[in-house]
């Protein structure tokens, strides 16, 4: 091959490569909504109920100010220390947090847990002002209709909910917020995830929950796990150095998805402990 032709050639790999790359990144750019949110995994359906593990229920429709209507289940306890509001991940719906409910209701805490537009039996489709839209309705059924004194409703997230609950802390006044598995924001966790793309300059889809924390004025628990392999665990460390003082740090143990389980007794021993220490006593 002589070297025009070569050159050729060499140009010709070269363009269909970088055209390819640009390719990609435009898909990921216009697709980020479906690598976020994945209400289909494992599915929408609604697989059990808290009956099944024991619980009683409340089955609850929760209207947002933009006209969405949002599945939820309210989990009353007797003689209940406060009520947890809880959010949850980026996949699946409240049918798989049945574990969850188990351990809150054995602290002693009535819950209110619901489906983001989108996921589940709940209306629309999700959005980062959207979830943020779900978060306030949630809250606003705990105060304006059950009568819930905000100084008896902790805010709790996991993973990408715990981004949704921390920016609700600063425009509510919770007795407490804890976030579990929690992400500095997405671009910062795409970058780690993807090294070879341009995630940050990509990114439409922000929830920055460092940001947001350095706003929330109440207590703050962060709980993280080491073997984390989908969030590390240095951003619940980062999380935790942010929040502003009282803070609490709660170590896990396993993965992302089993660490509240795999870490046993001393997860429901962690939480309750900040609780008693930051929940005022009901009169």
């Not at 209940?80 to 602290?107: E, K, P, V, Y």
Request: charge should be neutral.
């Amino acid at each position: 091959m002589s070297t025009p032709e070569l050159s050729r050639t060499l140009l010709y790999l070269f363009s269909t490569l970088f055209g390819a790359y640009l390719l990609l990144l435009l898909v990921i750019y216009f697709n980020q909504h479906k690598l976020l949110y994945l209400p289909h995994l494992p599915s929408r359906e609604i697989v059990a109920t808290p009956p099944a593990v024991g619980l009683t229920y409340e089955e609850l429709e929760l209207n947002t100010a933009d006209g969405e209507r949002l599945h939820g289940w309210y989990i009353p306890t007797d003689n209940a220390r406060g009520t947890l509001l809880f959010f949850h991940g980026n996949a699946g719906n409240l049918s798989h947090r049945l574990d969850s409910l188990q351990i809150f209701h054995r602290l002693n805490l009535n819950v209110l847990i619901f489906d983001y537009r989108g996921y589940g039996r709940s209306s629309g489709q999700p959005s980062e002002n959207g979830t943020q839209l779900d978060a306030r309705a949630a809250w606003a059924y705990l105060v304006d209709e059950r009568g819930e004194s905000p100084g008896h409703i902790v805010l709790f997230g996991r993973s990408l909910g715990a981004s949704i609950a921390a920016r609700l802390a600063t425009e509510k006044q919770p007795a407490a917020l804890i976030l579990e598995s929690a992400f500095i924001s997405v671009p910062e966790l795409a970058a780690e995830l993807y090294r070879w793309l341009p995630v940050r300059f990509l990114a439409r889809l922000q929830y920055r929950t460092r940001d947001t924390l350095s706003h929330v004025h109440c207590p703050v628990l962060v709980a993280h796990s080491p073997d984390d392999e989908i969030i590390p665990y240095r951003h619940g460390r980062v999380l935790y150095e942010t929040a502003p003082p009282p803070k609490a740090f709660l170590r896990l143990t396993g993965d992302h998805n089993m660490g509240f389980l795999l870490s046993g007794e001393s997860y429901m021993h962690g939480i309750d402990a900040f609780l008693a220490t930051h929940l005022p006593t009901k009169r």
